[in-house]
């Protein structure tokens, strides 16, 4: 199943939390020789996990992490900007657009789980009215994503070979979750369920779209 955890459940899904941090540390610099930092713990924690962001996580049955990725506005601090400005045109300050990043799956993972966290990220902005997510991914990721049914608008790149980094705008819609539904064998009507479990406070013309 999928959940959502920002500052406010932070507490109550320590646990979960951070075997996805230990996660992400095991993908990014074990798997990925990424020069990410890692504490003692064997968690991976960036300069933008402080900033309230929102994990839309998989939750395995054991209640540990199976996949997860980071959502945050783009009106305030995000890599994008500070770190790949050039490469997505420029700075993105949009509060209708996010930005996704630290996407990861951790070993071992359930069939289905990556395009499960991507149908959760697009039912979140739906239930915002948000038009779009912006990502920076490593180029081989495009494959994987045209592969699911979701791929996004390249905005530009940087670099060769397997070191080359791409940026991308995805939109947001409900055909972007049937898509990923049909590729996946997921119901949407299952991630709609998980998101509105999370969340009582959406407004109703946003929960009706």
Sequence with gaps: MITYVDTSS?????????????????????????PVQVDADGREIDQYDPLDPVYVIWVNEDGLH???MRIMPTTGRTMAAEHFATICGGPVRDARIWESTRFAIAPGAPRGVASA??????????????????????MPMERVYRRLGCAPAPLGRT?????????????VSMTNVEALSRRSGIPADAVIGWHDACYDDVPAVVRAA
């Design 159 to 171: 670099g060769d070979g397997r070191g080359a980094i791409g940026a991308g705008m995805w939109s």
């Design 117 to 138: 966290l991507m149908m959760a990220g697009q039912v979140f902005g739906i239930r915002r009215g948000m038009t779009g997510c912006l990502g920076v991914y490593d």
């Design 10 to 34: 932070l507490d109550g899904n320590r646990r979960l939390v951070d075997s996805m941090f230990r996660d992400r540390a095991a993908q990014f610099r074990g798997r990925l020789g990424w």
């Design 66 to 68: 199976g996949g997860s």
